[in-house]
């Protein structure tokens, strides 16, 4: 198995991150298999969806909605309201695989692979891509 | 890797697919490994549950709630409200593994493998299964 | 493909279990690969989250709030509400991989391996660990 990580700038604010391009340089020169992504953060997660038209906003306004940045969670380290990011990873888990056939990601015309991170305390996130031949 | 392509007709109506049998015929053949499951669309996702019993309807319903067709989403292509089906995947992930032994999926009793569509503009959807040896 | 099961008391409270020790030693002895994570039971899911601040009775209190424990649901087997448990897989997956290099789960400093099971009918789960070598 192939594995490497990568470093992702998120900043401050909530963030749905692509990581599509950097997955597709990642797979270019293997033949067929699964890539995995995974990210060894307790406040973030990975998501396949479209970005560009509107639904990374929407996905972290219903976010806010189901997860509200208030007082209601027993995790209080970090910034008020903290504790939302750390059930996150439960619903948006930071792990997932799409299948490689001959270098190429299997992905649909509209799906793009992000890191999710509602966390404002960590700017920098790291992300694992591994490459398992098959 | 061995992997293909099912297509199944989904409808007009957001639906719970169930997908078991196809994954069972896929990786008869094989001895042991993980089966992949992929749903290569931006407005679909895979979920294992119990169906035949309610269950399947009480996801619609539930993603009814959590996710109204209404205008609050950004995403504005479609019919009225299909900014919800964007979001689903962040939820419920269109990638999944499940464990073969023997040919055989190590599925529960009452677990099914389910395409989840909510999705109401696209009658026809595409699955890729992947059989990764082990 | 190295596969086993083991059971985990998770008693008739809702639980977050940490399995994260057992994973270690299931893969201590295995080079580079994933580890698949697998409960074969309709009612629960796989999280990782972080363990022993507070997350789990946050995640567990969220799912209250997203999945009553009422009449609402058509699944009518079991304790009443039990329905809620049923759907519960669709937003925490019973599937979940993890990189291992050099025998290491490749988890975050805050990241924990969690058997999450909010249904009070059964004492006892099983959970399927198997490595996949690549």
Redesign the interface.
């Known amino acids: 198995?192939r594995?490497d990580t990568i470093t992702v700038r998120t900043g401050g604010e909530p963030t749905v991150h692509d990581l599509t391009g950097d997955c597709e340089r990642f797979v270019a020169d293997e033949e067929?298999?699964?890539l995995?992504v995974?990210?060894?953060?307790?406040t973030a997660?990975v998501?396949?969806?479209?970005t560009g038209?509107?639904?990374d906003?929407?996905?972290l306004?219903?976010l806010d909605d189901?997860?509200p940045r208030d007082d209601?969670?027993?995790?209080?380290?970090g910034s008020p309201g903290h504790?939302?990011d750390?059930?996150l990873?439960?619903?948006?888990?930071?792990?997932?695989?799409?299948?490689v056939?001959g270098g190429r990601l299997?992905?649909?015309?509209?799906?793009s692979i992000c890191l999710?991170d509602t966390n404002v305390d960590n700017a920098e996130r790291?992300v694992?891509l591994?490459?398992?031949?098959?």
């Open positions: 198995m594995s067929d298999g699964l995995h995974f990210v060894p953060h307790a997660g998501a396949i969806l479209e038209a509107g639904s906003d929407d996905l306004r219903l189901l997860l209601r969670w027993r995790h209080r380290h504790g939302r750390h059930v990873p439960a619903l948006v888990a930071p792990s997932i695989t799409v299948p056939l299997q992905l649909g015309t509209w799906q999710v790291t694992r591994s490459f398992l031949a098959g």
